[in-house]
């Protein structure tokens, strides 16, 4: 009778620890206080950095020097293989002027006309984030997030955009990023690589953006594909200068 009871304790015993592990496995559902994403802080930072850009048929590479002032601005210089500047051009947080030296043309977008164009929900924070490395949006108590092996998820929501983060979980430092517009069913991934230290911070070295969408004239979807490999980045410490005009000869399209 003891053997029976003390072979039944330990089948008992057994069952529940297996059904509270599976429990903890499947869902796997961490507080948010238990992490934070590890963004790179500064006020002017710069870089130098090969672009690549394709879409709807058109490549372009170049090296780009870009300045960034946080929450503020991004200016970009591109230089083709050539050695000559061929573009200049300045975000802020409504637009984007874009210079074309070569053609001496200049256009202006506004971030409303360029998610018309994309079909999808771009904005200057975006933009920062991506050539940073550092978190889209704010986490909120809406959000939920999830341990996956030694790695967190990040499930987040920005209107109609579900959002979905991997980060690492021994730098905290944004893996990958998957995008989704509900609506449109219109896609962006975001992948960051060779991780090299920036001052006290992990910093992403490469990223590939990728942004797959119809077009808002409907047809196929289109494929917009960006690297970026930074070469030099630096943390400034005087302010930096936005050099930036347009010729009155220049023409705007």
Known sequence: ???????????GLL??????????????????DEFEIADVEFDDLSAKTKFKYQNEGTTLAATANIRIRKDSLIWFSLTPA?????????????????????????????????????NFNLNYHLIESLILGNASQNVSSKDQAYREGSDFRLDQTSGTVKVQ???????LKIQDV?????????????????????????FPYQSVISLNYLPPSGGNKLNMLINLDHSKVAIESKRLKFPFNISSKYERR
């Not at 874009?98 to 018309?116: M, Q």
Request: aromatic residues 10%; negative net charge.
């Open 1 to 11: 009778m003891n053997n029976r009871l003390l072979i039944l304790s330990l089948l």
């Open 15 to 32: 069952f529940f620890s297996c059904k509270r592990n599976t429990a903890l496995t499947s869902g796997n559902v961490v507080d948010l």
């Open 82 to 118: 050539l050695g000559i500047e061929a573009a200049r051009g300045i975000i802020t947080q409504d637009s984007m002027v874009l210079v074309d030296r070569i053609k001496k043309t200049y256009s202006i977008y506004s971030f409303e006309s360029l998610s018309k164009r994309f």
């Open 165 to 171: 983060e991997r980060i690492d979980g021994s730098t």
């Open 178 to 202: 998957v995008m989704i517009d509900e609506v449109t069913k219109n896609a962006m991934t975001i992948n960051y690589g060779d991780f090299g230290k920036l001052d006290e911070y992990d």
